[in-house]
């Protein structure tokens, strides 16, 4: 069965610092992977999808088949990225999101 | 464009009481999607429709209904409400299904079942 998991439900760090967010999923074909943001009273909204192969707000994310991850990646954590991240994953050739637990992040002042 | 709606955004039900979630869009998206939210959980997909008139279950169905007569709305149906339906309920909708297109997200509602 697909499953996307994020082992982390809380990370903290602190300004200026490096970042990153850990997914890991299962899946035995080539997926479509994605991650998503959740800021304070706002809406949950995509943040990147790896066929894209963009940065979006400094955070980039690479796909490592072997290791089955796409890890969320900062090199300088800003106070405005303190949000809940998820990664999502979609199985070729469905319409259906499969969304993992959630991290939240700190970034402390 | 208001993009995805949800009402209401909190409701407090009594068990075995019923209600209707509503979910609205207005970018012309065929697809859309329900999800429900449990404290400290992922988003587990309800129910998902890839147009009007076509509508199909997620991971997690049961005690609840969908409809979809037009491409703007799809309502979602809890028929007799069990402490188990507290969670926060999420309306999607894409251009496009599957990989590669962005879901839209609703606001949410916040469903408590006492």
């Known amino acids: 069965a697909q499953r996307v998991t994020q082992p982390e439900k809380l990370l903290s760090v602190f300004k200026g610092a490096p970042v990153e967010l850990k997914c890991n999923y299962s899946?035995?074909?080539?997926?479509?992977l994605f991650w998503y943001v959740q800021y304070s009273r706002q809406r949950l909204q995509l943040l990147l999808r790896?066929?894209s192969r963009e940065s979006i707000k400094g955070f980039t994310a690479d796909l490592n088949k072997g290791e089955t991850s796409f890890h969320l990646k900062k090199p300088f954590a800003q106070e405005e990225d303190s949000a809940m991240y998820y990664c999502a994953l979609v199985a070729s050739g469905t319409y259906k999101y499969i969304f993992g637990t959630g991290t939240r992040l700190k970034v402390l002042a | 464009n208001a993009g995805v709606t949800q009402t209401p955004k909190f409701r407090i039900l009594k068990i075995g009481q019923s209600m209707t979630l509503q979910c609205a869009q207005d970018m012309n998206h065929n697809y859309m999607y329900w999800y429900r939210q449990d404290p400290g959980m992922g988003l587990k997909l309800i129910y998902y429709s890839v147009g009007a008139g076509i509508t199909d279950k997620g991971e997690v169905p049961n005690g609840y209904n969908v409809s979809r007569s037009t491409t703007e709305d799809f309502p979602l149906r809890l028929e007799l409400a069990a402490p188990s339906q507290t969670s926060v309920y999420f309306c999607?909708?894409?251009?496009?299904?599957?990989?590669?297109?962005?879901?839209?997200f609703g606001p949410g509602t916040r469903l408590t079942v006492t």
């Open positions: 899946y035995s074909g080539s997926p479509e």
């Open positions: 790896h066929i």
């Open positions: 999607a909708s894409s251009q496009v299904g599957g990989g590669g297109y962005e879901q839209y």
